[in-house]
């Protein structure tokens, strides 16, 4: 599990943008970014905003990128390298690797209103795929995959609220949701136009390839 040293509102708020890691939080006027759109720290107020170099532009964007699906740098390096491999877009290939693991499909599907949120519940072996219990976060889904609660899950209050709280975010095409059944059904890879996240991938792939 990706764990987080800092308050995940300082992470928004050094991006200057909302990274919906607060689940609920974020849709609220206690998001952090909008309570205090200024960087974090002792001089945030008064700091005079500074224009980025390419590479700096390059580094913010992996750095924003890691902070919205919650992995780790070396993890994350594993990715670039992966989707390097695979044929076609680099930068595409990256984003369908991340939008594949099981904690952002649990989250994508309505099961939790966070992907933080999502990797516990994966974490305490809240979920199925295929009908086998997997508490692996970055366990990959393939088209075909059936994502289920497990039957002695299904009672937890955070999971029965979760599909309510996620209602205001659209359920991606790539997925088939069963609600009263608590499954979701991987239909397909997602392709750049079903990913909602505001990222530039291929200044990832640029600082990777320095």
């Not at 107020?45 to 390059?58: D, I, N």
Request: charged residues 30%.
């Amino acid at each position: 599990m990706a764990m987080r040293g800092s308050p995940v509102c300082r992470l928004c708020r050094r991006e200057g943008e909302k990274l919906y890691l607060k689940g609920d939080r974020c849709y609220s006027r206690k998001c952090g970014v909008e309570r205090r759109d200024y960087q974090p720290g002792q001089h945030g107020p008064t700091a005079r905003p500074s224009k980025l170099s390419s590479y700096g532009e390059q580094l913010r964007e992996k750095q924003k990128t890691r902070r919205i699906y919650g992995v780790r740098e070396r993890q994350f390096r594993n990715y670039v390298e992966e989707a390097e491999r695979q044929r076609g877009v680099t930068g595409e290939n990256l984003l369908r690797l991340l939008e594949i693991r099981l904690d952002n499909v649990v989250y994508r599907a309505g099961f939790a209103t966070s992907r933080s949120q999502a990797r516990q519940f994966v974490n305490h072996g809240h979920f199925m795929v295929n009908g086998r219990r997997v508490d692996i976060p970055s366990f990959l889904v393939r088209p075909g995959n059936t994502v289920e609660v497990i039957e002695k899950s299904r009672k937890i209050p955070q999971l029965v609220s979760a599909p309510e709280s996620a209602g205001a975010r659209a359920v991606p095409g790539w997925l088939k949701i069963d609600a009263n059944a608590f499954k979701a059904t991987i239909e397909t890879l997602p392709i750049r136009d079903d990913i909602d996240t505001d990222v530039r991938e291929q200044l990832i792939v640029e600082f990777y390839s320095r």
